[in-house]
């Protein structure tokens, strides 16, 4: 009988471990050097801006975003080149802290200000950044996903 006991506590441990384990999120790449490393690569368009509970993902149409090593994004559209700021860290808010923030500042031209914030890293796939603004509270929470160029 004493048997049976320490054998289902012995599968108990081992299912329990292997939960813990197989539940790596890996699959996101949302740490901060992971995140970096991401955007750094190539060129990037809007896919999605969801602002003030408005999809405004129209207003970026033709917007192409370069994120270089000096932290200094380049916008072009057209023959047009602005060029703002980004960079990427750990949060250091306690409700946050273990999210990954995507800082980005632009100070003109009108359009590209709306995208200015710290943005919670909701998922990193490699070709697209999925991003979150949830400052305003639950029911003004603001998405905005970048995707890679081909």
Do not use: H
């Amino acid at each position: 009988m004493r048997f049976r006991i320490v054998c289902q506590y012995i599968l108990l441990i081992t299912i329990a471990i292997s939960t813990f384990v197989s539940c790596n999120n890996d699959d996101y790449k949302t740490s901060a050097n992971d995140v970096s490393d991401t955007i750094k690569e190539g060129t990037w368009t809007v896919s999605y801006f969801y602002d003030s509970n408005v999809d405004k993902t129209q207003n970026y149409v033709g917007y192409n975003f370069a994120f270089g090593n000096n932290t200094v994004v380049t916008v072009t559209k057209d023959s047009n080149t602005n060029t703002g700021s980004w960079s990427v860290s750990k949060s250091t808010n306690d409700d946050d802290i273990y999210s990954t923030i995507f800082n980005l500042a632009f100070g003109s031209p009108e359009i590209l200000i709306p995208l200015s914030g710290n943005w919670k890293v909701i998922e990193n796939t490699g070709s697209s950044l999925k991003l979150k603004d949830d400052s305003k509270g639950d029911l003004a929470i603001d998405y905005l996903t970048f995707v890679k160029n081909n």
